[in-house]
């Protein structure tokens, strides 16, 4: 596939795995999150994280 035509997402995909085959080693812990990230949208990872609030003031009022 031609680099000009070639998504960021796959270009970033491409590099990752080139760096996977480089140093296996770096793989043994799992992706974290930018792996997670990466797989996810922008809209997906703003859910996440609105979440993660919430729950953290639910919890911080509920439970002092």
């Known amino acids: 596939m031609n680099e000009e ?12 795995h080139e760096e996977l085959k480089k140093d296996p080693s770096g793989s043994l812990h799992g992706g974290g999150l930018p792996d997670l990230v990466g797989n996810l949208g922008w809209k997906s990872t703003g859910i996440i994280i609105l979440v993660l609030i919430v729950g953290f003031v639910i919890y911080a009022v509920f439970f002092r």
Request: proline share 8%.
């Open 5 to 16: 035509k070639e998504r960021p997402e796959a270009t970033r995909e491409r590099i990752r």
